[in-house]
């Protein structure tokens, strides 16, 4: 199974990027996915979820800049974010999720069984 994250960068505070996630060896519709993200000396955070079935999940400190997507058809996740600042620089990694139910998400590292290498997000004031 391997997840593969793409899309990192430098931008400037208020520009856009969007992430990616690749999966291959797993049946991707089978799973809930995630977008984490870690700056130094902090915890990994859940920025993003969306159930196998579509449902959206959103970290407050991103609701209405960031957007999360897949495309099962693809096996590949999305994260666009917009309106970027400071404050979300960080390496952000992908991750799945074995789904327990069509509308099942988790913020918890822990119910991850899967993790993308991490692309870095800096973003300059």
């Known amino acids: 199974v391997q997840l593969q994250a793409s899309g990192g960068g430098l931008v400037q505070a208020g520009g856009s990027l969007r992430l990616s996630c690749a999966a291959s060896g797993v049946t991707f519709s089978n799973y809930a996915v995630g977008w984490f993200r870690q700056a130094p000396g902090k915890e990994r955070e859940l920025v993003a979820a969306?159930?196998?079935?579509?449902?959206?999940y959103y970290a407050d400190s991103v609701k209405g800049r960031f957007t999360i997507s897949r495309d099962n058809a693809k096996n590949t996740m999305y994260l666009q974010m917009n309106s970027l600042k400071p404050e979300d620089t960080a390496v952000y990694y992908c991750?799945?999720?074995?789904?327990?139910?069509?509308?099942?998400?988790?913020?918890?590292?822990?119910?991850?069984?899967?993790w993308g290498q991490g692309t870095q997000v800096t973003v300059s004031s």
């Open positions: 991750a799945a999720a074995a789904a327990r139910s069509y509308f099942y998400v988790s913020s918890l590292v822990t119910d991850y069984d899967y």
């Open positions: 969306i159930s196998s079935g579509g449902s959206t």
